[in-house]
């Protein structure tokens, strides 16, 4: 048995090798380190106003995502789309956990309750699509505003993270049965 820490949430993984992913925040491999090789002060650093402005924007985005899955999550008609989305919420929370850690804020008290999520699992799908994307491009941006090493590393690790959140709704759709005008 190994222990491991993710660079971007600080999460540890306990398993006899790194996993591919983060099971926590979804980070890839790289930033998937031996436990004794995290930095304790990994977190504590000097934010510019834009990356101050970039970091409250992404907390109210992954809000907002967390929500809308939370909603899809809650929902009894498709078991095995629900808890994909559920799963979903937790990683949309757990970034907006780092972000404000990062900004130095508490997280907004409404990411723990549903949103509204209306229509089909289709339509529902295409819009967490979207929502993704928008993410995706987002920190994308932020991560080449960012004069900060540990933001701009943050940023692209999410950016990266959203984007295979985009493959898991593709997926999802095949198994929803949605075709790709839906």
């Excluded at 048995?1 to 790194?18: E, H, K, P, T």
């Excluded at 409250?56 to 929500?67: C, D, K, S």
């Amino acid at each position: 048995m190994n222990a491991f820490r993710c660079r971007i949430c600080g999460d540890a993984y306990l398993g006899s090798q790194a996993p591919s992913h983060c099971p926590f925040c979804g980070a890839h491999w790289e930033y998937i380190v031996e436990l004794a090789m995290y930095p304790e002060d990994i977190n504590r650093i000097t934010i510019t106003e834009v990356e101050r402005d970039d970091l409250a924007a992404a907390i109210q985005l992954e809000t907002g995502n967390a929500r809308f899955y939370l909603a899809l999550g809650s929902r009894t008609d498709r078991p095995e789309l629900a808890s994909a989305y559920k799963r979903l919420a937790k990683i949309e929370t757990e970034h907006c956990e780092l972000f404000a850690k990062l900004a130095g804020t508490s997280m907004p008290r409404e990411i723990r309750e549903a949103g509204t999520a209306q229509g089909d699992w289709c339509a529902s799908i295409e819009e967490s699509e979207a929502r993704e994307l928008t993410a995706m491009n987002f920190y994308a941006k932020a991560a080449l505003r960012a004069t900060n090493d540990r933001i701009r590393e943050v940023f692209s690790a999410i950016s990266a993270v959203e984007a295979d959140h985009i493959e898991v709704d593709v997926l999802l759709a095949r198994i929803a049965g949605c075709s790709p005008n839906e």
